[in-house]
């Protein structure tokens, strides 16, 4: 079968890991090289470089902290140096801090601000200088931007509806080059940091319609479809995988 991104070049933030390394694995899979960046798992990502390189694929993996304006912009600059374009940006990279809002430290706001919002806005930016006619932008939102089932998840929400803002406004921004922008809103999906036999597991499957943790594949799989040339007359979109999380 033909590869519907062969050809393309893709770079994953915080790909070394949990939903980045599903992303970057699949966006492979379907033909594309993938730059990918960590902060603190240098071998874990050299395990999605090998994974991608062994099944025949091109892959680089990235040290870049999404806090860092400069390691954001020299992250774009060596995806574009090594494979000399960029066709695909994933803005996966993200933190999340759970805590009531009068104990939610200055600190960890600004953490939050600058990886979710900021470090989101610096890899566009540099990452639209070198795309062209079908270039692709797709962020990863929450659910929790639209809805959040209990208390301690405002700060992170007021991120993930930056994003979701923010994704409207580059459709518009960046229609007129040919370049779709859209955001992949996630429910509860069974990784490292939320998995689905943790502490907050039981309560999250009673919501959802499906009764089940999301799978990084399945997430995955959408993030691709939006790369491909199927999805071009999609822009502007927040889009939901969530199992009826939010029905």
Do not use: C, W
């Amino acid at each position: 079968m033909a590869k519907t991104l062969a050809g393309k070049v893709a770079l994953v933030t915080g790909g070394s890991r949990g939903l980045g390394a599903a992303i970057a694995l699949r966006l492979a899979q379907d033909g594309a090289a993938v730059a990918l960046t960590y902060t603190s798992s240098p071998q874990k990502a050299d395990e999605v470089v090998r994974v991608i390189e062994a099944a025949g694929g091109s892959s680089l993996a990235i040290r870049a902290d999404s806090a860092d304006v400069e390691a954001i912009k020299h992250a774009v600059t060596e995806t574009v140096k090594t494979f000399s374009r960029l066709d695909i940006l994933v803005n996966n990279a993200g933190v999340a801090t759970l805590a009531p809002i009068e104990q939610f430290s200055m600190d960890e706001f600004d953490r939050l601000i600058a990886v979710n919002v900021k470090g989101v806005f610096v890899a566009t930016q540099e990452a639209i200088r070198h795309m062209g006619e079908g270039g692709r932008i797709i962020m990863i939102g929450s659910v929790n931007s639209d809805s959040t089932p209990f208390a301690g998840l405002s700060v992170y929400a007021l991120t993930k509806g930056a994003i979701a803002s923010f994704t409207r406004g580059l459709a518009r921004d960046l229609g007129p080059r040919g370049i779709t922008v859209n955001n992949i809103q996630p429910g509860p999906i069974d990784t490292d940091l939320n998995p689905a036999d943790g502490p907050f597991a039981d309560g999250l499957k009673k919501i959802i319609a499906l009764g089940r943790y999301g799978q990084s594949d399945e997430v995955a799989g959408m993030v691709s479809y939006l790369a491909s040339p199927e999805a071009a007359f999609i822009t502007g979109a927040s889009l939901k995988i969530d199992g009826g999380f939010t029905a």
